[in-house]
T-cell receptor
Framework: DQQVKQNSPSLSVQEGRISILNCDYT??????FLWYKKYPAEGPTFLIS?????DKNEDGRFTVFLNKSAKHLSLHIVPSQPGDSAVYFC????????????FGKGTSLLVTP | DTGVSQDPRHKITKRGQNVTFRCDPI?????LYWYRQTLGQGPEFLTY????????KSRLLSDRFSAERPKGSFSTLEIQRTEQGDSAMYLC???????????????FGPGTRLTVL
């Protein structure tokens, strides 16, 4: 059962515009959420995270929003750059499972010049 | 800080053979995780260690899989009698474990790609 869902397999955005990547989850025990970025032939690279006690976390061009009532989070990238082109994974974890990460299937972002 | 390293990066084996992968975590990281990623999927949790103790195992970790972290530093993942369905990217991650909670960011290695013929 997929507890973390990324329903958009791909997204194309023009350079300079905003990229919005979405993620939904089903397990109400999740209390920590992360976004990872992955290039081909490399392991996932941590990007940004948010605790369930917050609804927003910002780090430079990257902002993550959490809507607990809707069990939904999103990653905003502003402005998007060609180097942001990669696969983005949403992940969630819970204290009662040792913070093992549950990943979505990923969204492939393409930023075009 | 050299990051998480994994060896080998690629492994091709014949069905029925045993394979072993190694993961070296970031120095002094107490927690070490193993994940498996198949094509078109996100990484799936297999098991994790707090120092040398294996604290949790996923139902994905069948009897043919065994993981160890004998001295609380590097870890090995062995697959016995490999099957074609074992073909995947095996990822290792480590975290400091100091916060003991959500702020323990997991840092991933480059992975070992296994192909079972």
């Amino acid at each position: 059962d997929q507890q973390v869902k990324q329903n958009s397999p791909s997204l194309s955005v023009q350079e300079g515009r905003i990229s919005i990547l979405n993620c939904d989850y089903t397990n109400s025990m999740f209390d920590y959420f992360l976004w990872y970025k992955k290039y081909p032939a490399e392991g996932p690279t941590f990007l940004i995270s948010i605790s369930s006690i917050k609804d927003k976390n910002e780090d430079g061009r990257f902002t993550v929003f959490l809507n607990k009532s809707a069990k939904h989070l999103s990653l905003h990238i502003v402005p998007s750059q060609p180097g942001d082109s990669a696969v983005y994974f949403c992940a969630a974890s819970a204290r009662n499972s040792g913070y093992a990460l549950n990943f979505g299937k990923g969204t492939s972002l393409l930023v075009t010049p | 800080d050299t990051g998480v390293s994994q060896d080998p990066r690629h492994k091709i084996t014949k069905r029925g053979q045993n394979v072993t992968f190694r993961c070296d975590p970031i120095s002094e990281h107490n927690r070490l995780y193993w994940y498996r990623q198949t094509l078109g999927q996100g990484p799936e949790f297999l098991t994790y260690f707090q120092n040398e103790a294996q604290l949790e195992k996923s139902r994905l970790l069948s009897d043919r899989f065994s993981a160890e972290r004998p001295k609380g530093s590097f870890s090995t993942l062995e697959i016995q009698r490999t099957e074609q369905g074992d073909s995947a990217m095996y990822l290792c991650a480590s975290s400091s474990g100091l916060a003991g909670g959500p702020t323990d960011t997991q840092y991933f290695g480059p992975g070992t790609r296994l192909t079972v013929l």
